[in-house]
């Protein structure tokens, strides 16, 4: 390169063809790493983006799953000592229970609330308002009176990772799953809900998932339990 410059300061018109190898062969390298620079700032920047989005989805959801869990409530039963549990069924990757939710401080009225991932790996709310029926409330078998997704790009889980729902009795003794669900005569021992949402929104292999884990405790029922 000193060469060609000193060259072009005499005056000396051209480039012999080893001179314009060479300068081609600079030119080559410096466009590579150039190349290789800004592919690798693109790909670090996607990941940052995509890990920032993935977190945001797991984190709204997470707060509505809470909420809904932590308003859990038993259900008074038309002629029987005891009231319905607060779940009314209970999976790894689902669950269905009632609440008291966005309802009237002065005439509250119950709704059944069921979580459940659909075929697009999205996580599904859907609700179903009680109606009074003597001195007890019954829940309509009719649609959903409410559906909304609350988050999306879930993670398909696999045998070895963590159940989107785990369940822990009073004691924080983990409910066994059997066939995927607790055991109907188990459902009243459920006293918090371990929830473990895992989010990636780029199916690039370089973008690792997000995952936030919560134990959410249902203070309706009375029971002490040290921090849930």
């Known amino acids: ?15 012999s063809l080893p001179e ?36 945001g989805i797991a984190a709204t959801a997470m707060k509505e799953v809470t909420r809904v869990i932590r308003a859990g409530t038993e259900i008074a039963v038309s002629d029987s000592p005891l009231n319905d549990p607060v779940f009314a069924s209970a999976s790894a990757e689902g669950l269905e229970m009632r609440a008291y939710l966005d309802t009237d401080a002065v005439a509250p009225v119950p709704v059944l609330v069921r979580f459940t991932v659909d075929a697009h790996q999205r996580l599904v709310e859907e609700r179903w308002t ?33 159940p989107l729902f785990s369940y822990l009795d009073a004691s924080g003794e983990v409910l066994p799953l059997a066939s995927g669900s607790i055991a109907v005569q188990d459902l009243r021992k459920i006293a918090a809900v ?17 995952m936030l884990q919560n134990s959410v405790g249902i203070p309706n029922l009375g029971i002490a339990r040290v921090g849930l």
Do not use: C, K
């Open 1 to 15: 390169m000193r060469a060609i410059a000193a060259r072009l300061r005499h005056g000396e018109r051209g480039m």
């Open 20 to 55: 314009l190898l060479v300068a081609m062969s600079i030119f080559a390298v410096l466009a590579t790493v150039i190349v290789t620079m800004f592919s690798g700032l693109s790909r670090s920047f996607f990941a940052d983006r995509s890990t920032s989005e993935s977190t």
């Open 130 to 162: 009680a109606r009074r029926s003597a001195d007890v409330w019954t829940f309509p078998a009719a649609a959903a009176t409410y559906n909304r997704t609350i988050a999306h790009s879930l993670v398909p889980r696999q045998q070895r990772d963590r």
């Open 194 to 210: 371990q929830v473990t949402l895992t989010v990636r929104t780029s199916a690039r292999d370089d973008v690792e998932p997000v």
